[in-house]
Structure formats: C-alpha cells, structure tokens
C-alpha cells in the first residue's frame, strides 16, 4: 500500500520559510509524479507545484512561482518543498499527493496533511 506521511508544517512570521517533507513508501515510484495540494478554511482544494519521481521536472502554480521549490530525493524516497517569502495567504493544510503517471487524470494517494500557519 502506498503512503505519504507529511511533516514540517508549522507557524511562521510572513517573509519567513518552511521546508516540507513527504515520506513516501509502499512501492517503487518511477514513473509517478509527486505533488503538493493545499486547502485553505472555506477554499477548494487548490494544485501547489508537481515533480516526476524521474528526471524531476517540475510544475508549479501561478502564484507560488518564484517563491517555492519542489524537490526529491529518490534514494531517500522523500518530496519536499521548499517554501520562501511566506504570505499569510500560504495559509492552509498542505497535503502530498502521488499518481502512477503524467497521463494519469487523478492523484490517488494523499497524505493526512500539515498545517502551515503564515502569521502578518
């Protein structure tokens, strides 16, 4: 069974920075892409940024271009992502996500989540 454990939410000063971790396990992941979603209080879920567990292109959303990076380290079988010059509207529960392929419509494994909390 695949599993994502996600950690290093926390409460921050706007302008400052987190680092996220997803710890993933259960199988091999070539071939799947990686991604972080968030949920604000009374918002839809919204898409964070994407990496392929191979060759690690990413993809990130408008407004957090510039200001996060994703990443991975397959060995360690673990995505990340790094996030500087937090705003209070980062605010939200961010969840990990996986899917088998980039043709895939659905991520299908999620994480439990981490509250990121960005303070004005």
């Known amino acids: 069974q695949v599993q994502l454990v996600e950690s290093g939410g926390g409460l921050v000063q706007a302008g400052g920075s987190l680092r996220l971790s997803c710890a993933a396990s259960?199988?091999?992941?070539?071939?799947?892409?990686m991604a972080w979603f968030r949920q604000a209080p009374g918002k839809e879920r919204e898409f964070v940024a994407s990496?392929?567990?191979?060759?690690?292109?990413?993809f990130y959303a408008d407004s957090v271009k510039g200001r996060f990076t994703i990443s991975r380290d397959n060995a360690k079988n673990t995505v990340y992502l790094q996030m500087n010059s937090l705003e209070p509207e980062d605010t939200a529960v961010y969840y990990c996500?996986?899917?088998?392929?980039?043709?895939?419509?659905?991520?299908?494994?999620w994480g439990q989540g981490t509250q990121v909390t960005v303070s004005s």
């Open positions: 996500a996986a899917k088998p392929s980039i043709v895939s419509v659905t991520y299908n494994y």
């Open positions: 990496i392929r567990w191979s060759g690690g292109r990413t």
């Open positions: 259960g199988r091999t992941f070539s071939g799947y892409v």
